[in-house]
């Protein structure tokens, strides 16, 4: 599997915390995404970031934050503005954008106390 | 705005019988289309993409532009098929999933 980690595999946030996921790539991919994947809604996209230092809001962007200081990095912070939090959270990476395809990570399962 | 649909939730066939997995989509440019496969425990993963034109795992997946469909054939389903399937349209710098059909194949 290798490739594409994201870290933790659970995540529990207290009502008004942030918190951040990580998600790291080894494979000089250039873009990056993160998903919400919900039951009977399949994937939604947050943001994603198309090169260092650069991204764009996806359907879903309130509530979250990103940062892309490194090509190999991704983390996505869950912030206390984001009122249903709880999901699985996916990360993704593909060589270019859109066209090309997407590898993902194992996910990030979030649950709110 | 772009759209991908699967119009079942849920698909269950038995083994040995011929599958179909139905994928339409809304875009008015020139589409690239995915099949995605997410199998218990393990991540989501590329099945095959139009463009390629391969048959994997026995599936095959024609992109139909006058009816903007690419839905996902086999003839003969196989218990380890049972998985989470996802229709995915790529679009300049986008990337939009279906919500996803259930396949479970009976023994």
């Known amino acids: 599997d290798g490739g594409i980690t994201q870290s933790p595999k659970y995540l529990f946030r207290k009502e008004g915390q942030n918190v951040t996921l990580s998600c790291e790539q080894n494979l000089n991919h250039d873009a990056m995404y993160w998903y919400r994947q919900d039951p009977g809604q399949g994937l939604r996209l947050i943001y994603y970031?198309?090169?260092?230092?650069?991204?764009q809001k996806g359907d879903i962007a309130e509530g979250y934050s990103v940062s892309r200081e490194k090509k190999e990095s991704f983390p996505l912070t869950v912030t206390s503005a984001q009122k249903n939090p709880t999901a699985f959270y996916l990360c993704a990476s593909s060589i270019l954008g859109g066209e090309e395809t997407q590898y993902f990570g194992p996910g990030t399962r979030l649950l709110v106390l | 705005a772009q759209r991908v649909t699967q119009p079942e939730k849920l698909l269950s066939v038995f083994k040995g019988a011929p599958v179909e997995l139905k994928c339409n989509y809304s875009y008015s440019g020139s589409p690239e289309l995915f099949w995605y496969v997410q199998y218990s425990r393990q991540r989501l993963q590329l099945l095959l993409r139009?463009?390629s034109r391969e048959s994997i795992k026995g599936f095959t997946a024609d992109l139909n532009k006058g009816e903007t469909s690419f839905h996902l054939k086999k003839p003969f389903a196989q218990e380890e098929d049972s998985a989470m399937y996802y229709c995915a349209l790529g679009y300049g710098q986008n990337f939009v999933f279906g919500p996803g059909t259930r396949l479970s194949v009976l023994p």
């Open positions: 970031s198309q090169i260092v230092n650069d991204f």
């Open positions: 139009h463009i």
